[in-house]
């Protein structure tokens, strides 16, 4: 509605499963949702039209490139994730690597260590960012930076 793009939904069903006993070596390349809760030793790339959905149990292991549309990751990346369109990293989450993404949530003990990028630019209208408590009654704190916002 006025001149805003929707986003794409997400798969909401996994077409394919790599169990927990499960090992492998290559490159995966997927439509529709791809659940892995055992170790790929590849890059994963998400192909076709449709929007695609990769999800990472907290025992799954991948070393290589992840490049799908929406991505739920709970286990360990070796390598750089590139989500187009959402990527969540839940708390057990560990990522070693580059991450870009367009929309990402990051839940309390998840780790990078690494770059991470917003593949949208986002213009800063103002270098005050106000801080609100938690507790009741508290008034708002603000926060002011003494350089250049990093714009990449």
Partial sequence: MFGKKKLHEPPNHIDSLIGTDTE????INFEGGLRIDGRVTGNITASGDRPSTLIMSKDAFVQG?????YAIINGTVVGPIHSHEYLELQAEATVSGAVSYKNMAMHIGATVNGVCRRLDKVQPSNKVVTLISSAEGASPSRLHFAGDLDER
Wanted: net charge negative; charged share 35%.
């Fill in 65 to 69: 490139q992840i490049e799908v549309s």
């Fill in 24 to 27: 492998i070596r290559g490159d």
